[in-house]
């Protein structure tokens, strides 16, 4: 819970999405895999595009998106889709499951702090998904409703540098 407090501590510095999104899909393999949940990793137009970040924050929040949809398909099975999507100056992430989903009465209580639908949760993991990517000054919203599966939105600002993106990633923002 004292994360909650500080939530980035640590340094700064560009990392390019696709190789995160990779890791973070390495990392949740082993309890996929246990549910019968494949994982697909696309990084679209955003492969080599960069967001200014505290790498492990970024990455533990992302790993907890997806922990939580691996955790809601769980009895089911299903995939988990870690995409990216670059815009003009933001690029964003979607963690997609499968699963269940939950009503859309519920979806605006998801990030709230002590709020959990798991049996033993504590209802802090998504209040400190919130709260790491507001502070590297993104945001993050969620989509969902019963049988569609749980869609959450990270959008973070891109890391301003000249030439942090290749070609396909200023191609993909130029329109």
């Known amino acids: 819970a004292l994360e909650l407090v500080s939530p980035l501590e640590g340094e700064r510095e560009p990392i390019e999405i696709g190789p995160l999104l990779e890791e973070v899909g390495r990392t949740l393999e082993p309890a996929a895999g246990e549910h019968d949940i494949d ?18 924050k970024l990455r533990q929040a992302l790993f907890n998106l997806g922990d939580n949809a691996i955790d809601a398909m769980a009895e089911s099975g299903g995939s988990l889709i870690l995409a990216a999507e670059a815009g003009p100056e933001t690029v964003t992430v979607t963690v ?14 998801l990030f709230q702090p002590f709020e959990t639908t798991k049996e033993n949760g504590t209802g802090l993991g998504l209040p400190l998904v919130r709260k790491i990517i507001e502070a590297h000054g ?3 919203e969620a989509e969902s409703s019963p049988d569609q599966g749980l869609t959450v939105i990270v959008t973070l600002p891109r890391d301003g540098r000249e030439g942090e993106c290749d070609s396909s990633c200023d191609d993909a923002s130029a329109g």
């Not at 994982?39 to 790498?55: F, L, N």
């Not at 997609?96 to 209580?109: F, H, L, M, N």
Request: charged share 30%; glycine share 12%; net charge neutral.
């Open 39 to 56: 994982i697909r990793i696309e990084p679209g137009t955003a492969r080599t595009c960069k967001v200014t970040a505290v790498h492990y």
């Open 138 to 140: 993104g945001n993050v």
């Open 96 to 109: 997609r499951d499968t699963g269940p989903g939950i009503p859309e009465s519920e979806v605006d209580r």
